[in-house]
């Protein structure tokens, strides 16, 4: 069998790989216990149970949910019933930067030998490498912006690169603050509007996702032009 095609087949059996996982996650977040973890209401009231060390264990959680690859935009929005708009968003950037770089030396120092030996001649892992080489504060901080960008794969992505550490942490935790304050203001306001409350609150931070979401786009197909 000729190197070339092994490598590729390499390449998709690793791929296939991460949707069957991905689908597997998503399969038990909807049809068992573990469908806890995507409801804000229900993470909202187990935290409360643990008052007195309310930010570390949150802070743990979320670390340790974003390592496993469960998204962070639920435990984002709880955040903000939680511990309201300011205080709640300096949590979840916190969370979210120390859940990026666990996950970015886990990729680091378990995946990347294995990464660079079988996926060296991915065009994908190639092209984002040389990315990453040419501006690499610059290249996180705008994979960061995106709020719907696709945080823990990209997380592990950036550990297979030979990206610095500090660079990765820094830009990381300065491009988490627009889409933490999101959906830390959907929290927010969505537990008021639940309450019979203003719902102009929510819809206003809704606007502001998706003008967080469409901005970036925008802008990177008008620089094509």
């Known amino acids: 069998m000729p190197r070339r095609f092994k490598k590729n087949n390499c390449a998709i059996n690793l791929c296939l790989g991460l949707v069957i996982i991905l689908l597997i996650l998503l399969f038990l977040g909807v049809n068992s216990p573990l469908k806890a973890v995507f409801d804000p209401i229900y993470l909202e009231s187990y935290f409360q149970q643990y008052e ?16 496993v690859g ?15 708009l300011w205080h709640g968003t300096l949590i979840s950037i916190i969370s979210a930067t120390l859940g990026a770089l666990c996950s970015f030396w886990t990729a680091r120092y378990l995946l990347q030998n294995y990464a660079q030996r079988k996926l060296s001649q991915s065009k994908q892992l190639i092209r984002f490498q040389q990315a990453v080489l040419d501006q690499p504060f610059t290249f996180v901080l705008a994979t960061r912006f995106i709020p719907i960008s696709p945080y823990n ?21 300065i491009g988490v603050i627009p889409g933490s304050f999101a959906y830390t203001w959907i929290g927010v306001s969505g537990k008021v509007a639940m309450s ?8 206003l931070a809704l606007t502001f996702l998706a003008l967080l979401t469409i901005i970036p786009l925008v802008l990177k197909k008008q620089k094509k032009f």
Do not use: C, H, K, Q
């Not at 929005?77 to 939680?82: D, F, H, Q, R």
């Not at 019979?196 to 819809?203: E, I, V």
């Open 52 to 67: 007195n060390y309310l930010e570390v264990l949150f802070i743990f959680v979320y670390t340790v949910l974003t390592v």
């Open 196 to 203: 019979g409350g203003d719902r102009l609150s929510l819809f």
């Open 70 to 84: 469960v998204p962070g935009t639920v435990l984002t929005i709880a955040g903000g019933g939680l511990f309201g």
């Open 153 to 173: 794969l990209v997380n592990y992505l950036f550990g297979l690169t030979t990206i610095n550490w500090f660079d990765y942490t820094l830009a990381t935790f």
